[in-house]
Structures are given as C-alpha cells and as structure tokens.
C-alpha cells in the first residue's frame, strides 16, 4: 500500500488517486469524516488544542483512507427512468414522459407508477428533472410513513419526548441526525430504501441520542438493549449503502 499523504499538504494520495483534503473547525463537539467524490472532509471541534488537532486529524485520515481503499465511497443516489423502487411500503415504477406542451416539469403518484413530466424545451436537463422531482416527492411520501415507525418504535422501547420528525436530501453523508435540545430527529431519505432492520436500526440510534446525546459506553448499552443485533445492520450499511447508486441494489 504506497499511500502518501503529510500533515502540511492539503491533498491525499490514494492507490494513485488524488483527493483533496478539507479540515473544518466547527463549533461542536464530536470529530466526524467523510468522503465526497474526490474529496476528503474532516470536521473538528474548534476548542481542540494542537496536540488533539492533530491526532484526531490522523485518526480520522487513516480511517477514511481505509474506506476509499474498500470502496466505501459515497455516491449521489441517482433516479432515472424505469428505476423500481421499494419504499415506505409500497412498491413504485419511475417514468419519465418529455411533453411538448407542459410549460414546467410535473410530478405524480398513479398505480403505483411515479411519473415525471418534462417539456420538451428542457429535454437536454431531463436527467437532472427528473431525479429533483423524484428525491422531492420521495421526502413527501416518506414523511408520514417515517413519522408512524419512529413513533411506534419510540413506544415500544423507549418513551422519549419527540418534538419534530424531519426527512433530508441524500445528498448528505449523515444517515440521521437528533438535536438533543429540540427533541429533534432528522433522516436521510437513503435509508428509507432499504431493508426494514436497517431502517429501524437508524430510528434505535437517533432515539437513543435523545437520552445520551454523545458515544460513549453508556449510549451503546441502551441501544444494545434494546437492539441486540445493531453490529449486524451496521456491517450492512457500511458495505451497501456508501457504493449503491441504484436503489435496487440495496436489497442484497
Ligand atoms: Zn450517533
């Protein structure tokens, strides 16, 4: 493995590829990493002195490059035309018609078929049209399906006070997010396309973090009691879900 990389330079090399480096200091309180095309995001907490700078830097570094390395790597979810999809328990067919007459792009739900309506005078954006229209109407239709699971699955284990349900872009890295102070939680509309353990496995964590907001062994005890089987989900996620592309492919 001949991976160069130095603390000074801003770029990664990785099996002969360049990636570019972005260190962020934030407001916050945890270190995360990610991985976005060819570039390497590394966020910290600003109150870190040089020393914990630089190590967190290092562990996060080392951590990311074994996921390229594994071909971990996040790519954009992308609909196009005849995609089937399996989501917030139904079963939808995307289909894409360029329309002469349609002043502006359309979108909708009949039996089961999802369908788009481009004019014809943005034919050559349809790819983008379409997979805009679709990830909107997606966070719409999954919305309420969301609201009921996480509910459901917060009154049988837990009981938490939840104040906001939200459902966001795949664009983000993040699976699901909770805002400890708001009893907010937020979900990647990526997750809601995969199998139902997975999903429920994102719900457990982000509940769990409206009692223990940070990682620490504490918040791992809850979830292990009441989700024995995380690890397993989890080794799904980090092999499916950072690769797919084509929604289809997640049910492996
Ligand atoms: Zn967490």
Known sequence: ??????????????????????????????ATGFIEDDKIYIKLPINLDKEDKIKYINILKKRLIKRIINGQIYKEL??????????????????????????RPLIKLEDGVLGVVIPASEATKADQILNDKVIKSLIKLVLPYAILKVNSINKRSFGFKISNIKIYRPKKVVLGSCNYKNKTLAFNLRIFLCPENIIDSVIVHELCHLKVPNHSPKFWKLLYSVMPDYDEARKWINKNLYTATIPNRWYE
């Open 1 to 30: 493995m001949d991976n160069l990389s130095d603390q000074s330079s801003s770029f990664v090399y990785v099996d002969g590829k360049r990636y570019s480096l972005n260190i962020e200091f934030l407001k916050r309180k945890t």
């Open 78 to 103: 992308k609909f196009k035309d005849g995609d089937k999809i399996h989501i917030a328990g139904k079963d939808l067919t995307i289909h894409s018609y360029i329309n002469q007459f349609a002043k």
